[in-house]
């Protein structure tokens, strides 16, 4: 009986433990960084994961194609006054019945809490908001200073970032964003 039960239980515990070790490598995996630190990561179609955080927790995965252009704007609640993100999120709610374009606003904080009441202040919708607890995936990114936005076309190649605020009622943003959607050859 012992003999049997050492042939069972050793092989699932080394199973188990191999599971984890692979699933904890899988989730751990990043894309590389581009060569060019003055740029952000020149393509989201490189594999591996940059994970941020959506309203209520979930995760996503910035890796891969997005399929439209992204546009993924990254500030500091607790610096800024919200003016901008404001005007982000007008600007998203002004393209929010274009399928090509996704606006999603990244705060790096340390908890949704502290997100939700800045949001709730600035008047920025909540459906917008995605979080970057540790700043891990920005820094990965390229993301430098903050604020900073980063436009990606379709097929997730860095199409324009402006490093600091951004207008966004200006028409040149709009433009850049625009002609993102029929992709880019290099970086803007």
Do not use: C
Request: no cysteine; charged share 20%.
């Amino acid at each position: 009986m012992k003999d049997r039960v050492t042939r069972t239980v050793i092989p699932a515990l080394f199973l188990i433990v191999g599971a984890f070790i692979f699933w904890d490598m899988y989730r751990s995996q990043t894309p590389p960084a581009h060569a060019d630190h003055d740029h952000a990561m020149a393509s989201l179609d490189a594999g591996g994961f940059l994970w941020i955080e959506r309203t209520g927790g979930r995760e996503r995965n910035l890796v891969g194609r997005p399929g439209k252009v992204l546009v993924l704007h990254w500030f500091d609640p607790v610096s800024t006054d919200g003016s901008e993100q404001a005007a982000a999120a007008a600007y998203a709610r002004s393209v929010a019945g274009d399928p090509a374009i996704e606006v999603a606003l990244v705060a790096v904080a340390s908890s949704w809490q502290q997100v939700m009441g800045w949001a709730e202040t600035a008047g920025v919708p909540p459906g917008l908001l995605h979080l970057d607890r540790d700043r891990r995936t920005g820094e990965i990114m390229g993301i430098r200073r903050l604020p900073e936005t980063v436009v990606y076309d379709p097929a997730g190649r860095l199409a324009y970032q402006a490093r600091g605020t951004a207008d966004w009622g200006s028409h040149d943003l709009a433009a850049r964003i625009g002609a993102a959607k029929a992709g880019v050859d290099e970086i803007g």
